[in-house]
Nanobody, 119 residues
């Protein structure tokens, strides 16, 4: 089973930046897509950004041009650089990984890290 551990959340003023990191651990797996989701107060969880194993990326319209997702396949890590943060970016951010093991496909989630943007 793959475990994901996130770091890097916190409190920042509007216009500021934060960088989230997520590391996958375990054995005998192959990670496909890795991404970040978020869930704001009273809202459903939504996709923020995803990166495939070959480096293709996709972003939510609300974060395009401000957030950048990157991954290191050798280290099984995925980062989310968040710039020009807005109060509406306030949410719990979750790391996500789709992986394969012994022919089966699974999805793993991190525990979540809080990002709070003050106005």
């Amino acid at each position: 089973q793959v475990q994901l551990v996130e770091s890097g959340g916190g409190l920042v003023q509007a216009g500021g930046s934060l960088r989230l990191s997520c590391a996958a651990s375990g054995s005998g797996f192959s990670i496909n897509d890795m991404g970040w989701y978020r869930q704001g107060p009273g809202k459903q969880r939504e996709l923020v950004a995803v990166v495939t194993s070959t480096g293709s990326t996709n972003y939510a319209d609300s974060v395009k041009g401000r957030f950048t997702i990157s991954r290191d396949n050798a280290k099984s890590t995925v980062d989310l650089q968040m710039n020009s943060l807005k109060p509406e970016d306030t949410a719990v951010y979750y790391c996500n990984a789709a992986y394969s093991r012994m022919g089966w496909r699974y999805v793993a989630w991190g525990q979540g890290t809080q990002v709070t943007v003050s106005s």
